[in-house]
């Protein structure tokens, strides 16, 4: 338990669907982020918000619309989506998203939404 | 961000030490380095990380080369649990505006035998 939940765990949609996946941190972070992980590549990085405001966005296309109302929430919604974006989708959150933190700003994960695109 | 270079895979035995490469050549004086493991079904989690000193916790220890150029990580005693993806990250701090951002590589996957 990393105190970095997500919801679902494991989510089937069409590709003319909309569907929002959520991630909740329990740490009093205030940088939420958000990777993607597919089949045999590495974590690719998609988002970055530090202190509710988006930091980074990593060329990532806009049928994921993020979300974070709050410091202690993360929103991915989607529409539209494509059967390459099956993924397993990872949420974390550390202190700090700032470099000058990142001697001991590590990242709790979430264990991920599982996410099949038909 | 400086490029990290690990071995695809390893394996080991239970109770025997494990020792996990990591080159990093095009390191920079401001750069930790961090290590993270992805256990199966799960996100990844931290290990440990430094800078230029050798340092140990509860999880492992890190070694690193007196040029920076290198580091290992060291489990003392394995167990079936260590059995993971083990990445090798390095992380600047130059910078008000760059973001303490981790980028994955492949990892080295760990295969821990009975």
């Known amino acids: 338990e990393t105190g970095v939940t997500q919801t679902p765990r494991h989510l089937v949609m069409g590709m003319t669907n909309k569907k929002s996946l959520k991630c909740e941190q329990h740490?009093?972070?205030?940088?939420m982020y958000w990777y993607k992980q597919s089949a045999k590549k590495p974590l690719e990085l998609m988002f970055v918000?530090?202190?509710?405001?988006?930091?980074e966005n990593n060329s990532v296309p806009s049928r994921f619309s993020p979300e974070c109302p709050n410091s202690s929430h993360l929103f991915l919604h989607l529409h539209t989506l494509q059967p390459e974006d099956s993924a397993l989708y990872l949420c974390?959150?550390?202190?700090?998203?700032?470099?000058?933190?990142?001697?001991?700003?590590?990242?709790?994960f979430g264990p991920g939404t599982r996410l099949t695109v038909l | 961000d400086a490029k990290t270079t690990q071995p695809n895979s390893m394996e080991s035995n239970e109770e025997e030490p494990v020792h996990l490469p990591c080159n990093h050549s095009?390191?920079?004086?401001?750069?930790?380095i961090h290590w993270y493991r992805q256990l199966p079904s799960q996100g990844p989690e931290y290990v440990i990380h430094?800078?230029?000193s050798n340092v140990n916790n509860r999880m492992a220890s890190l070694a690193i080369a007196e040029d920076r150029k290198s580091s290992t990580l060291i489990l003392h005693r394995a167990t079936l649990r260590d059995a993971a993806v083990y990445y090798c990250?390095?992380?600047?701090?130059?910078?008000?505006?760059?973001?303490?951002?981790?980028?994955f590589g492949q990892g080295t996957i760990l295969t821990v035998h009975p």
């Open positions: 974390a959150s550390s202190r700090s998203a700032l470099a000058g933190f990142s001697s001991y700003n590590e990242q709790f």
């Open positions: 740490l009093g972070h205030n940088a």
């Open positions: 918000y530090n202190f509710k405001e988006q930091t």
């Open positions: 095009t390191i920079s004086g401001t750069d930790y």
């Open positions: 430094g800078l230029t």
């Open positions: 990250i390095l992380r600047g701090t130059a910078g008000g505006t760059s973001y303490g951002k981790l980028t």
